[in-house]
């Protein structure tokens, strides 16, 4: 298991009830969410440092999205885009491979 820290902030009571609120809808720990959350503005703001972004837009099978959401939630700590990113540039990375190899 991952060694971990304490991290304790004092923040306004209307933020702390939102942020309670939404973590109990999660059904994440408040760890479990309260990192998520820093994660996600991490990788939000390695975002905005790239020079350019672009969306994405996709539909899949219900069976796809329950297998995704399924294995997500089993994984608190990954989010969608991390997961269907690293999965893009797995599938980009070993095309490139064989492509190199075939030359």
Known sequence: ???TKSLCAKI???????????QE???????QYVEKLIIEYYQ???????AQTRTLALQISEEIFARIKKHL???????QKAFIT??????????ELQENNNQ
């Open 1 to 3: 298991m991952e060694e």
């Open 12 to 22: 306004p009571i209307e933020l702390h009830n939102k942020v309670r609120a939404n």
């Open 25 to 31: 809808k999660s059904g994440l720990t408040l760890n």
């Open 44 to 50: 939000m703001k390695e975002m905005k440092n790239m």
């Open 73 to 79: 939630d089993k994984n608190p700590n990954l989010t």
């Open 86 to 95: 690293e999965l893009i540039i797995k599938a980009l990375d070993e095309a």
